[in-house]
C-alpha cells in the first residue's frame, strides 16, 4: 500500500505557509514573520505528535448475518473494532477490502472516539451490505482506517491486517411443490398409513393382550369398545427421491475443477441440484444426493428436514468438479431399486448418454433430466425414453422449466 502523505489539503497549505514564512522573514527581515513560522510549524509537530499518540489496537471481528450468504442475496457485514486513545480523536474514513467474490459499498465515516484515559478500549461497529456474485469462501479485510487531529492538519493511515472469510452458497430459485402428483412421486409431509380406523392422532387401537403395557391403554377406544383397548402406532412410509449431480469435469470445463464459480455452466448445475433438493425435503420427501458413480455427495436428508438442506447448502459452497466421467455407470446404481423422483443434473449430454441412462427410467416414478449444454439428439432420445427434459444454463429460466416438467409428469401419471 502506498505510503500515505502525513498532512491534509490544510494541514499542506498550513506548512506551505510556513516556509513562506520563512523566505519571507529572511528576505525582507520582518522577524514576526519568522515567529508565525514557527509558531505554525510547531503546531504541524504537535498535531502529528497527537495523532500518533492515539493508539489503535490490532483486534478487529468481522460478522456475518446470515452466517452463510447465498449467492444474488444480500448480506450484512458488521466489523468491530477496538479503539484505544488517550485523547479524543475526530471522525476519519473506513474502507474494507472486498473480493472479487463478493460486492457492495465497504466503507464510510469512522465515528470519533471519546478519551479512554481509563485503558479500557472501546468498540466500534462499522457495518455494511454486501451481496454474494460467485460461490466459495471468499476473504473480506484488510480494513484501513483514516484519522485526522482535531485541527485537520495531519492524518494516520492505520491498516488492520485481519481477513474475515465469508461462505457464499449457490443461489436457490423457488421451485413449485409435487404435492399434486400421484404414488410414490407425490411427497408430502402427511404419513401414509396401512392400516385403517386410525385417529387424528396419528394411532390406532387393537384389543388388549396380556403383556401390554398398562400405558399403553387407549381410554376412550375402550369405553367405545367396552373391552380394553391399546395404542397401537401406525405404519408410516416416506416417499423417497434421488438427486443426481454429475461433477464429470469432462461434461463442463477445466476451470469447474479448479476453483468454484469460475465455470457458469457448472455453477448453474449445483444452483439447480440445491435448489431441487430444498423443494423435494421440503414437500416430504427423504432424498438421497449422489454422484453420476453412485458416491454420496451428503447424508441421506429426512423428509423436512430444513436444517439439513442448509447443511447441505453450506456443503455446496465449496463442490468442485471432479475428474473421470461416471455418467455411464449410473443405471448399475439403480439396479434393482424402484424409487420415487429421480433428478439428474448434468453438463454436456448427447446421444449416447441418453443411451446409457435410459434404464433409470424403469427405476423411477418421475425421471427429470437438466441438462446445461445438451446436444439436441441427446434430449429427443432422452425424452423417448421417458425422461422429462429441460435446459439449463444462466439465463434460463429453471423455475419455468421445472414447472413444465412436473405438469408433463402430472399427465402421465394420470393416464
Not at 515567529?35 to 489496537?57: D, E, K, N, P, Q
Not at 485526522?148 to 474475515?164: A, I, S
Request: with cysteine.
Amino acid at each position: 500500500m502506498r505510503r500515505l502523505w502525513p498532512f491534509t489539503a490544510r494541514g499542506t497549505g498550513a506548512l506551505l505557509l510556513a516556509i513562506a514564512c520563512f523566505i519571507v522573514a529572511n528576505e525582507v527581515g520582518v522577524v514576526e514573520l519568522l515567529y508565525f513560522g514557527v509558531l505554525l510549524l510547531g503546531i504541524l509537530v504537535a498535531c502529528l505528535v497527537s495523532l500518533h499518540l492515539v493508539r489503535r489496537t490490532d483486534r478487529i471481528t468481522r460478522s456475518l448475518s446470515p452466517d452463510v450468504g447465498t449467492v444474488g442475496r444480500p448480506s450484512t457485514v458488521v466489523a468491530r473494532v477496538g479503539v484505544r486513545s488517550p485523547f479524543p480523536t475526530a471522525p476519519g474514513t473506513w474502507d474494507d477490502t472486498l473480493p472479487k467474490g463478493v460486492t457492495g459499498l465497504a466503507r464510510g465515516t469512522f465515528p470519533a472516539v471519546s478519551s479512554g484515559l481509563a485503558g479500557v478500549d472501546k468498540v466500534v461497529e462499522l457495518e455494511y451490505t454486501i451481496t454474494g456474485v460467485r460461490r466459495g469462501i471468499h476473504p473480506i479485510g484488510p480494513l484501513t482506517v483514516t484519522s485526522t487531529d482535531p485541527f485537520g492538519l495531519t492524518r494516520r493511515r492505520t491498516v488492520f491486517t485481519e481477513r474475515t472469510n465469508v461462505t457464499m452458497a449457490p443461489a436457490i430459485i423457488e421451485l413449485s411443490a409435487l404435492t399434486n402428483l400421484l404414488g410414490d412421486a407425490g411427497g408430502t409431509l402427511h404419513t401414509q398409513n396401512n392400516q385403517l380406523g386410525q385417529g387424528a392422532d396419528n394411532l390406532v387401537a387393537r384389543p388388549y393382550v396380556p403383556g401390554d403395557s398398562m400405558r399403553r391403554i387407549h381410554w376412550r377406544a375402550s369405553a367405545h369398545r367396552g373391552d380394553l383397548m391399546v395404542r397401537q402406532e401406525e405404519q408410516e412410509s416416506t416417499p423417497d427421491a434421488v438427486v443426481v449431480l454429475d461433477r464429470g469435469v469432462l461434461r463442463f470445463t477445466a476451470d469447474a475443477m479448479a476453483a468454484t464459480g469460475a465455470d457458469p455452466g457448472f455453477e448453474s448445475a449445483v444452483s439447480v441440484a440445491i435448489s431441487v433438493i430444498t423443494r423435494l425435503v421440503h414437500d416430504g420427501y427423504a432424498v438421497d444426493v449422489i454422484d453420476s458413480d453412485g458416491t454420496a455427495l451428503t447424508e441421506r436428508i429426512d423428509g423436512g428436514d430444513m436444517t439439513a438442506v442448509e447443511d447441505v447448502r453450506t456443503f455446496f459452497a465449496t463442490l468442485t468438479a471432479r475428474k473421470d466421467d461416471h455418467l455411464p455407470r449410473l443405471s448399475k446404481i439403480f439396479h434393482g431399486v424402484m424409487t420415487g423422483p429421480v433428478v439428474l443434473v448434468v453438463g454436456r449430454f448427447d446421444g449416447q448418454d441418453a443411451d446409457a441412462v435410459a434404464p433409470v427410467v424403469h427405476h423411477s416414478s418421475l425421471p427429470i433430466l437438466f441438462a446445461v449444454a445438451p446436444s439436441r439428439e441427446g434430449l429427443e432420445r432422452a425424452v423417448d425414453f421417458g425422461w422429462h427434459v429441460a435446459t439449463i444454463d444462466p439465463d434460463s429460466d429453471v423455475a419455468g422449466a421445472w414447472a413444465g416438467v412436473v405438469e408433463r409428469g402430472v399427465s402421465r401419471a394420470l393416464r
